[in-house]
């Protein structure tokens, strides 16, 4: 939708949206760059419904990039051995790094990186529901870099082609890391898996517990997800939420035949004659009641985000103040 510069009462007395000439002209250029799949930049005009929409999208990715450290940070103390500490270290860093990248392409769209980290610290902003579940064990730091870095990766990798420049950037460099973070997350559960028997069952309740969630990290069935249309025909999202589920499952029954440890769904089968993936049902009511705050970490969460926020003030501090040091020395 364009942005209405004013509304008239037009035939019948239907309001009717009637745009500048600057605006009209701007709509048309708009339309012929996603037409022809080319990338739209901070600079080009666009439509407000755009700029909220990716606005909202890009914040919230980066918020769940940087509440996303938290599950894991949670146990780098208790990693079990210097290169797992160091790999998990690594690790944590680099979603900081995400968060970063995503608030600067957030930033070229208009709304300062205080406001959006306002909006996030004050709980207006939605992150993803997952990393409101806790890490419990250290096999959680397999199935989290597994499945959570795995579903990101099946998210992601379409949207390094979405139609805004500075997103689809940002999304190249961040798979780059994320298929290293999937990989991680494999291989401590394999290694589990080929240990004791103690350590197997570790890893597969690890399992047990994140499947459901990182299945409803895609969001809703296409039918429940009314924004998706709009979001694919301005080229931001290429595929519908249900079928990336599709490819995810696909490519975590194969790798979970690898790693000997099972898929927690009785009902999960190919249909040769749809040529899906049949799985649960996934519980909805559970999602929604995460992302509205009732999650088992949600306040422990944005409490944590709050205090780091306030402990790395004399840090921002510093930051302006050199800042406008440098300033002042250069004029
Ligand atoms: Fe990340
Ligand atoms: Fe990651």
């Known amino acids: 939708m364009a942005e209405h510069t004013s509304t008239q009462a037009g035939d019948g007395g239907r309001l009717q949206a009637v745009l500048s000439p600057e605006d009209e002209a701007g709509q048309a250029r708009f339309d012929e760059i996603i037409a022809q799949d080319s990338r739209i ?43 797992r500490k160091a790999i998990l270290m690594a690790k944590v860093q680099d979603e900081a790094g995400h968060g970063l990248y995503l608030y600067s392409a957030a930033e070229t769209l208009g709304t300062p990186r205080h406001v959006l980290n306002e909006q996030l610290l004050t709980g207006r902003a939605k992150y993803s529901s997952i990393f409101n579940y806790p890490a419990r064990t250290w096999a959680d730091m397999g199935a989290i870099g597994w499945l959570v870095d795995g579903a990101a990766i099946a998210n992601q990798v379409p949207l ?15 798979c780059k890391e994320e298929s290293f973070h999937q990989r991680q997350g494999f291989e401590i559960l394999l290694e589990l898996s080929r240990g004791t028997a103690e350590q197997k069952k570790m890893a597969q ?11 409803m990290m895609f969001g809703p069935p296409d039918a429940d997800s009314p924004n998706s249309k709009q979001s694919m025909a301005w080229n931001i999202k290429r595929f519908s939420n249900d079928d990336l589920r599709q490819r995810f499952v696909g490519m975590i029954v194969e790798q979970a035949k690898v790693l000997g440890l099972t898929l927690p769904d009785p009902d999960l089968r190919f249909d040769e004659e749809s040529g899906k993936w049949i799985h649960q049902d996934l519980n909805w009511d559970e999602f ?16 944590r985000r709050r ?25």
């Not at 309740?205 to 299945?215: I, M, Q």
């Not at 780091?308 to 004029?331: I, P, Q, S």
């Open 41 to 83: 930049e901070p600079r080009d005009w666009m439509p407000e419904g755009y700029r909220k929409t990716l606005t909202r999208q890009v914040s919230q990715h980066a918020h769940s990039e940087i509440i996303g450290m938290q599950p894991e940070a949670n146990w780098i103390t208790r990693a079990p051995s210097l290169k």
């Open 160 to 174: 390094c082609r979405a139609s805004y420049g500075p997103y689809g950037r940002a999304m190249v460099r961040i």
């Open 205 to 215: 309740d690890a399992v047990n517990r994140f499947y459901e969630p990182s299945l």
């Open 288 to 303: 929604k009641a995460v992302l509205a705050g009732n999650g088992p970490c949600n306040a422990q969460r944005l409490q």
């Open 307 to 331: 205090e780091a926020h306030e402990d790395g003030a004399w840090v921002r501090e510093a930051a302006a103040a050199y800042a406008a040091k440098t300033n002042e020395k250069a004029a």
